[in-house]
C-alpha cells in the first residue's frame, strides 16, 4: 500500500555529517513515518519519527545530533545527521504506519512499511 525509497547513504568519517532522504509513494495525507537503524547482529531500533502535523521523536542515543523532517511538496522524508559515531554505523530504514496515536514510540512492530535500507558507516 506504502512504497518506500531511501537514498543518502554512505561513508564519512567521525564527526561528519549526512543526510538521508525518503521518497514515498502512494502516499497518504495522515501519516507517521519514521527512520530505523539496524547493525549486523544487533536488534532493529528506531531512531526518530514525525506524524503529519510535525510532531517528532528521537531516540536518547542521537538526541541534538539528527534531525528529522517531512518536505509535503516533495513527499521525501529526511534524516540530517550531525557529529557522526562509529556507533551509528547501520542499515536505515525507512519506514511507515497509519497508526498515528502511538507510532512516536518507535516500536518495530507498530510499523507497518519499509524501505530496502541504506547503508551508513561511520570511521573512526
Known amino acids: 500500500q506504502v512504497q518506500l525509497v531511501e537514498s543518502g547513504g554512505g561513508s564519512v568519517q567521525a564527526g561528519g555529517s549526512l543526510r538521508l532522504s525518503c521518497a514515498a509513494f502512494t502516499y497518504s495525507n495522515y501519516y507517521c513515518m519514521g527512520w530505523f537503524r539496524q547493525a549486523p547482529g544487533k536488534e532493529r531500533e528506531g531512531v526518530a519519527g514525525i506524524i503529519s502535523d510535525g510532531s517528532t521523536s528521537y531516540a536518547d542515543s542521537v538526541k541534538g545530533r539528527f534531525t528529522i523532517s517531512h518536505d509535503n511538496a516533495k513527499n521525501t522524508l529526511y534524516l540530517q545527521m550531525n557529529s557522526l559515531k562509529p556507533e551509528d554505523t547501520a542499515m536505515y530504514y525507512c519506514?511507515?504506519?497509519?497508526?498515528?496515536?502511538?507510532?512516536?514510540?518507535?516500536?518495530?512492530?507498530?510499523?507497518?512499511?519499509w524501505g530496502q535500507g541504506t547503508q551508513v558507516t561511520v570511521s573512526s
Open positions: 519506514a511507515a504506519t497509519y497508526a498515528i496515536r502511538w507510532c512516536l514510540r518507535l516500536r518495530v512492530d507498530e510499523y507497518n512499511y
